[in-house]
């Protein structure tokens, strides 16, 4: 072979070589892609696509509504005539921002009128709040007038009569007689830690070792104004958590803050003790064999005729619950309804109490989430008012005079997503069931008051939002409201996300995915592939709808140059109890089903680049994507975990009680991210608030700490300010820092330094 030969073929093969490495990396990281993806954080984004849903404030009984949405003209808020009837806009918009310019002397911006609550009647009065203050203006004569909302103290309950007000002093309940002015101590055990009418707030966080929490009052007066129940908050065994923060400008100290938060297993808990007080005997009556913890709560309301409480009870470990009356003279205790499983109970049952001496109550039993009819007197169970192999998602609206009942219902529909929401109706009698909302989409529903019409918000991932008033008891479309326009982002490229489904890791079950392409992408290149986790189990995290799918992180992240794929497995929510009690004591096993999704997606797409795999999540996501990176060390070459509860024993107790079991097993500690960082093969960005008190950091340093032992490269991001709110969709410092993780060592380009995101 001569050299000009050679040369020339050695020109070829450099040349081939080049090619084939530009159709499997993205181009240069520039300023231009970060435009790209800021334009799609939510901030920025919710202003760009018009008309997105309808969310209705409802005025004059039925007779109309006022929502507000994102037009060509800025914000701008409309009134339905249900009637007419006709959407038109509510009112002149830069008339009133000028009325309050001149009102309060600010500019005010017409396109972005900062008021909230608006509503509208006699066609010619908008009353709205803005600063605190209640504001009417009257269309007709341009008056404009302010009230100061009066401020509500927290600390004190009205009876219902008018005639008592509730407060505690030193830890104790009093009342007064708002007639005479005499107040009467009902209580004489409280205490510091020891306190009544109070409760304890989710983020009472507490300055040092010995501070105070924040004060809180609650009782739930009888309608006949003569009896309170209300509960002690016993805090004498609780043990705390601890954060120091470190991000004070005036202090060259950490700060120490203390809060009280249960794990896993811990008896030393905050606990919830019921009482009763009868205002005219003057007696007390504690309920100590209905003590809670305070993350499960204890939940009773009043009879009408103010004699018994009734509520649900559920013990630790959520695998029961019993629907109980209570004798508020005797306090005796009537188990009107129980249930148990062996794995968990669904706490969120629908109910309703019927004038007849009914109830409908929502149950799993079946192994699907259904509605059935009660005796009240007898508990008995009269008949089913829904059966099937679908889930009753809502129990929407109850028409008791005419034995009619509104539901919300997913996976009945044949060759549909079995996550789509729809509206139905059925007799109490269960008979003459009718799905009144066909449209293969997902139904967001709100209903009027009076229960004659209702907004329906349909849509799917890739499907944009119409909005249409129905008829509540036909489903007929009687007017289509608006219906969403993405013009703003077809212009630039926009691709809609692509549903797709796959066979889950037990080999016979349908799973549920999405994934996202970024505006520049060419179906002749390799895109690496981001999975956005949050593997729940108490929610699905796909999207369903047009709006979760366009204001979540999915998009931002894709144009970048990355597919972003996200997947509904085995053990969330929605679907039968069976496909939920996959992930019971199994909560570490969830991004199993992503593997085998996203390499049955590379087998028909060709874009997509198996080999380059990263995962990100927040939270329980964040315990998803450093599990992901133990549990399946060769898939995921690449994992940012933020705010990740990395060890269940060391996360705040209902949860992994709940999904985990109760008491702790050997379990918890096999599917610890902290017992298994010795797996680590990839690159691992962990990341958390200073002062998160939900997830608190200390799973995140311990789980350093192993790696660290395990001689694990890996890199550590802490925001010392941050509780557990950063990286979001309306972007942040973290967002880019994410970003440029998988930029580095997903993609193998050069993030740009100091660039700072130009949030809108």
Do not use: C
């Not at 070829?12 to 530009?22: D, E, G, R, Y």
């Not at 929502?67 to 002149?92: I, L, M």
């Not at 008891?473 to 691709?495: C, V």
Request: proline share 5%; glycine share 6%.
């Amino acid at each position: 072979m001569n050299s000009l030969r050679f040369r020339h073929l050695f020109s070829f093969l450099a040349l081939m070589m080049t090619l084939a490495f530009s159709q499997k990396t993205s181009a240069q990281i520039t300023e231009d892609t970060y435009h790209r993806a800021e334009y799609f954080l939510l901030n920025s984004i919710k202003k760009e696509v018009y008309h997105l849903e309808v969310v209705p404030s409802w005025t004059e009984g039925s007779r109309a509504f006022v929502h507000s949405a994102y037009t060509a003209e800025g914000k701008r808020f409309f009134r339905t005539n249900t009637q007419t009837p006709e959407t038109k806009v509510a009112f002149d918009h830069e008339k009133l921002a000028n009325l309050l310019s001149a009102k309060t002397g600010e500019t005010i911006d017409p396109r972005d009128l900062p008021i909230e609550r608006v509503s509208m009647s006699n066609g010619s009065k908008v009353t709205f709040v803005w600063r605190s203050h209640n504001w009417i203006w009257n269309t007709d004569n341009d008056s404009l007038e302010a009230i100061p909302m009066s401020e509500r103290n927290e600390m004190e309950s009205f009876s219902p009569d008018k005639k008592w007000k509730a407060f505690t002093r030193d830890y104790n309940l009093f009342v007064k007689n708002l007639a005479t002015g005499e107040e009467t101590q009902l209580s004489f055990d409280g205490r510091k830690n020891f306190e009544y009418a109070s409760y304890y707030g989710w983020s009472d966080l507490m300055i040092g070792e010995n501070g105070e929490r924040p004060a809180h009052f609650n009782v739930n007066w009888s309608p006949d104004s003569k009896k309170i129940h209300t509960q002690i908050v016993d805090l004498r065994l609780a043990e705390k958590m601890y954060l120091l923060d470190f991000s004070k400008d005036e202090k060259f100290r950490p700060e120490l803050l203390s809060y009280y938060r249960g794990s896993p297993g811990d008896s030393t808990v905050v606990m919830y003790i019921p009482v009763v007080f009868d205002l005219e005997k003057k007696t007390e009556k504690k309920l100590p064999a209905y003590a809670s913890p305070h993350f499960i709560g204890v939940s009773l309301r009043w009879s009408e005729d103010s004699k018994k409480l009734n509520g649900f009870h559920f013990p630790r470990g959520f695998k029961e619950f019993q629907l109980l009356e209570i004798d508020s003279e005797s306090l005796e205790s009537r188990q009107i309804y129980s249930e148990s499983s062996p794995t968990h109970i669904n706490r969120e049952n629908a109910f309703r109490r019927l004038e007849n001496g009914q109830f409908i109550i929502s149950s799993e039993k079946s192994g699907w989430n259904q509605l059935y009819l009660h005796d009240w007197n007898s508990g008995k169970e009269v008949h089913p008012i829904t059966s099937g192999d679908f889930v009753v998602n809502k129990l929407s609206y109850l028409d008791e005079k005419n034995g009619l009942v509104y539901f919300e219902a997913s996976g009945k529909e044949a060759g549909e997503n079995p996550y789509f929401n729809h509206l139905y109706r059925v007799n109490l009698d269960g008979s003459d069931l009718q799905l009144l909302t066909p449209e293969n989409a997902y139904h967001e529903l709100y209903i009027s008051p009076d229960g004659k019409f209702a907004v329906d918000n349909y849509s799917a991932a890739n499907q944009p939002t119409k909005s249409v008033l129905i008829d509540l008891k036909t489903g007929e479309p009687i007017h289509q409201i608006s219906e969403a326009d993405i013009s703003n982002l077809t212009k630039r490229g926009y691709k809609l996300p692509v549903p797709f489904t796959a066979t889950a890791k037990d080999g016979k079950t349908e799973i549920q995915g999405v994934y996202f392409l970024p505006t520049t992408f060419s179906a002749k290149k390799k895109y690496p592939v981001i999975d956005y986790t949050y593997t729940g189990p108490h929610t699905s995290t796909a999207p369903k709808t047009f709006k979760s799918a366009i204001l979540g992180h999915q998009q931002a992240t894709a144009e970048i140059g990355f597919v972003v794929v996200t997947v509904d497995g085995l053990g969330g929510a929605g679907r039968s109890k069976a496909f939920a009690d996959v992930s019971y004591r199994n909560l570490g096993d969830g991004t199993t089903d992503h593997v085998v999704a996203i390499q049955q997606l590379a087998k028909k797409e060709k874009f997509i680049d198996i080999d380059r795999v990263g995962i990100f999540g927040h939270s329980a996501g964040g315990y998803d994507a450093g599990r992901a990176m133990l549990l399946h060390p060769d898939f995921y070459k690449v994992g940012v975990a933020s705010a990740g509860d990395h060890d269940f024993r060391m996360e705040k107790a209902w949860w992994p009680e709940m999904y985990m079991g109760y008491p702790v097993g050997d379990y918890y500690h096999e599917q610890s991210n902290i017992t298994n960082a010795a797996n680590l093969k990839g690159h691992l960005l962990l990341a958390h608030g200073g002062v998160d008190e939900n997830v608190n950091p200390s799973a995140t340093f311990k789980l350093a700490e192993n790696l660290i032992k395990a001689g694990k490269d890996f890199d550590l991001f802490i925001w010392p300010s941050r509780n557990h709110s950063f990286g979001r969709p309306p972007g942040d410092y973290f967002t880019k820092k994410r970003w440029d993780y998988f930029i580095e060592h997903l993609m193998g380009e050069k993030p740009i330094r100091h660039y700072q995101l130009q949030a809108k």
